[in-house]
């Protein structure tokens, strides 16, 4: 309680326990399905060359990220407090892992994923009429340039880019004026995306015109073996982690989640397997319908296999389905994502005005705002595939550390009291943490071949770093300011 409300006699507004087991289902399968599974495929497809171990990438992806969750699960059990990872982080490693975590969300994955989910939700709108776009010259005109990480383009794509900004403002201000109003958005929608998804599935496979030919046989333009098959797994499981990316949001909400000691390790199960069971037989579907090659040369693969299998009517129905789902899971990484802020504000340890909750609304008003507003900036900075990179790989890098963290709470807290423990410890979180270990380096350096070669004008994984590393000075100030209150004012 802060010193005006206890000298008034008032208690501060706070979060209400508002979320039971399925709309908690809803946060992580709704965080998780939206954008990638429509766009990644295509990429990754050039990627692989065989449409077989496209569909092991995703599922290979899935249960490694079902890896990491269930060990988080075990330390959300244990301490269901708003802000997840970032009051694990103060547990496991101390203020400074923990104030790096909650920036690099707010600066990098946090919103940058929102960005990107938003940013698939305007090109699907492309589909039934095509947005105005700057020439050329005129976005390279306005183009920057940062040394040793690249050539940003924020005029790019123009007509799209301020459709997903409209899209990421309209939805700030749903959850802004209500947690139930978001919630229940979050349940409709989430509900509306797995049930057409369901039916797309059952219309490419059993009632289209593909062959279970094309699902077994790999590219006529692109081969690998030894080690550029390696190299081009990790890449395309980079894409597919992306796909999974958002099964943390629920443990940012964990101080609204009812009954969260057994809410919390139930929801992120059934989410995942929910999501994994989608992800393969759309997969699947894809390449039942579409040979890999044409796969791999399409911006629309959902509406183009829908056009194959059911002709011209398909494309419009898949992007309708596209624009339901991107919807869906923008709404819910708003709602989700700002309350790290939230909880790093409530402690001093970012701008006090972002840690109050609206006294009428009961939401985190301030902090809602701010992320649409810096949301917004991204979306201008960068690409679809630019921004996803970005995030996925500052986001496994705290992964891991989560992972790693719960050898360091077994070792510290060996008393404390635990609903849930991971299942297979030590080698569960163990051979998750091997894998983030090698995932991070191969994909480091991938980036950096990539950008020498002129594939790409971007570093990705450095940008996400250095947007990362300029919260270092902030710790160091925001410490100062909470020990020295009567100087710092009320930033």
């Given at each position: ?54 569909l ?18 075990e ?13 694990f ?33 305007a ?12 020439s ?31 899209l ?46 094309n ?103 898949i ?22 802020s ?21 939401t ?6 701010l ?54 410890y ?54 100062w ?11």
């Amino acid at each position: 309680m802060s010193d005006q409300a206890a000298s008034s006699g008032k208690e501060e507004p706070r979060l209400v326990r508002t979320f039971g087991l399925w709309s908690s289902v809803s946060i992580v399968v709704g965080g998780i399905i939206g954008s990638a599974i429509f766009m990644k495929p295509a990429l990754m497809a050039s990627q692989l060359g065989s449409p077989l171990i496209l569909l092991a990438v995703w599922v290979l992806a899935g249960v490694v990220t079902l890896m990491g969750a269930l060990s988080n699960s075990e330390v959300a059990a244990m301490m269901p407090e708003t802000g997840g990872q970032y009051v694990f982080f103060q547990k496991m490693y101390g203020d400074f892992i923990a104030f790096l975590f909650g920036w690099a969300g707010f600066a990098v994955f946090n919103t940058a994923g929102v960005a990107s989910i938003a940013y698939v939700f305007a090109i699907y709108a492309e589909y039934f009429h095509p947005f105005p776009r700057f020439s050329t010259e005129t976005e390279q005109l306005f183009s920057l340039y940062l040394p040793g990480i690249g050539t940003f383009f924020p005029l790019e794509n123009f007509g799209v880019k301020s459709l997903t900004i409209f899209l990421i403002g309209f939805l700030t201000w749903v959850n802004y004026r209500s947690v139930q109003f978001g919630k229940n958005i979050q349940v409709v929608f989430t509900a509306m995306k797995v049930i057409a998804m369901g039916l797309l599935i059952v219309g490419l496979l059993g009632f289209g015109t593909g062959s279970w030919e094309n699902v077994g046989r790999s590219s006529t333009l692109i081969h690998h073996s030894g080690w550029m098959l390696v190299m081009a797994i990790i890449a395309a499981t980079s894409g597919a982690f992306w796909g999974y990316d958002g099964w943390n949001n629920i443990t940012f909400i964990a101080g609204e989640i009812k009954d969260p000691q057994r809410n919390i390790p139930r929801s992120l199960l059934l989410g995942l397997l929910i999501t994994i069971s989608v992800y393969a037989l759309i997969v699947t579907a894809y390449c039942y319908v579409l040979p890999i090659d044409t796969i791999a040369h399409s911006p629309f693969v959902a509406s183009d296999a829908a056009n194959r299998a059911f002709g011209a009517a398909g494309g419009g129905i898949i992007a309708t389905l596209v624009l339901v789902a991107t919807f869906g899971t923008t709404n819910g990484n708003i709602l989700a994502t700002a309350r790290v802020s939230f909880a790093m504000a409530q402690e001093k340890r970012f701008f006090a005005w972002t840690g109050r909750v609206h006294p009428r609304n009961q939401t985190p008003g301030n902090a809602l705002v701010l992320h649409g507003l810096w949301t917004s900036v991204l979306v201008l900075s960068g690409s679809f595939d630019m921004l996803t990179d970005m995030l996925v790989f500052v986001s496994w890098l705290f992964y891991g550390l989560s992972a790693a963290g719960i050898f360091v709470l077994r070792r510290k807290m060996p008393d404390q009291h635990r609903p849930y423990k991971v299942w297979g410890y030590p080698f569960v979180p163990g051979f998750f943490v091997l894998f983030t270990v090698f995932f991070l380096i191969s994909t480091l350096t991938s980036d950096i071949q990539n950008y020498l070669a002129g594939k790409t004008p971007l570093i990705n994984s450095l940008f996400g770093l250095f947007l990362t590393a300029l919260g270092i000075p902030l710790y160091f100030w925001f410490r100062w300011r909470s020990r020295h209150p009567a100087t710092s004012g009320s930033l």
